[in-house]
């Protein structure tokens, strides 16, 4: 259901419905009736959501991939990563502090 969806990832039910809705209009969903809540439907992807899924799924491995050879080795990557904190939590702390009011 939307509801589960939207708690699952952790977002709004409104901005779960506008993603559904989209979903809907590009005919890579359905919605099919609850066996045992009237009120609510069960989403599922359509043959053309499937598809389009495992395109994204296809540009998604290409572009993780290609990020992966620019990051280097594992190390590389956690130093950088470190390297741009350190250098956030350093401008953070030359900032002038700021009262309200």
Known sequence: TQ??????????????????????????????AHPNDRRSTLLSLSAAGLSAHRRASVAFEEADAALGRHLGSEAEARAAIRAIGDAAEAALIALPVRRAG
Do not use: P
């Open 3 to 32: 509801t589960r969806l939207a708690e699952l990832l952790g977002l709004a039910l409104t901005t779960v419905a506008d993603h559904v809705r989209a979903m809907e209009e590009r005919r890579h969903l359905r919605r099919m």
